[in-house]
């Protein structure tokens, strides 16, 4: 069916998507021996990277709902790579830092992740992946409603 061939092979959102599971995998591999997966090393960069620990600050910066942040840091909290504390002036805020054991962590996978990102860069455009992530804002909002 003709229809079903244009939609396999011009989707950006099926393309996309298989795409990210292969990528995610690749460095999945890469960083193995750091004991981290690309999801629980995004997110320690992310936190390492911001001055701004709030969780709900961290949220946006990764795209995520709070929920599902919140599920997917409990895991790096229960190995004490991170540590999550009301913050002082408000109660209802949750701010998130690395432990000095989850900075470690991220030392040991930081040149795992470079080797895989030179690596990748022979595959795939990296001007191009970064010419996506600025188009992200703009697709979070049409995806928003």
């Not at 795209?63 to 599902?68: P, R």
């Not at 991170?82 to 408000?90: H, N, Q, Y």
């Not at 209802?92 to 470690?104: I, M, P, Q, S």
């Given at each position: 069916?003709?229809?079903?061939?244009?939609?396999?092979?011009?989707?950006?959102?099926?393309t996309?998507?298989?795409?990210?599971?292969?990528?995610?995998?690749?460095?999945?591999?890469?960083?193995?021996?750091s004991?981290?997966?690309?999801?629980?090393?995004?997110?320690?960069?992310?936190?390492?990277?911001?001055?701004?620990?709030?969780?709900?600050?961290?949220?946006?910066?990764a795209?995520?709902?709070?929920?599902?942040l919140?599920?997917?840091?409990?895991?790096?909290?229960?190995?004490?790579q991170?540590?999550?504390?009301?913050?002082?002036?408000?109660q209802?805020?949750?701010?998130?830092?690395?432990?000095?054991?989850?900075?470690?962590q991220?030392?040991v996978?930081?040149?795992?992740?470079?080797?895989?990102?030179?690596?990748?860069?022979?595959?795939?455009?990296?001007?191009?992946?970064?010419?996506?992530?600025?188009?992200?804002?703009?697709?979070?909002?049409?995806?928003?409603?």
């Open positions: 069916m003709r229809d079903a061939r244009a939609v396999v092979e011009t989707c950006p959102g099926l996309l998507r298989m795409a990210a599971r292969l990528v995610s995998r690749f460095f999945d591999l890469h960083l193995l021996d004991g981290l997966n690309l999801a629980q090393f995004g997110l320690m960069a992310q936190i390492a990277a911001s001055s701004d620990d709030t969780i709900g600050a961290l949220a946006e910066r795209g995520l709902e709070q929920s599902t919140s599920r997917n840091l409990r895991q790096l909290e229960r190995d004490g991170i540590e999550i504390a009301m913050v002082e002036t408000d209802r805020r949750r701010a998130v830092w690395l432990t000095e054991k989850g900075a470690r991220l030392e996978a930081m040149p795992l992740w470079r080797e895989a990102q030179r690596i990748m860069g022979r595959v795939i455009v990296l001007d191009d992946v970064a010419r996506l992530a600025a188009a992200m804002p703009g697709l979070a909002k049409r995806a928003t409603g």
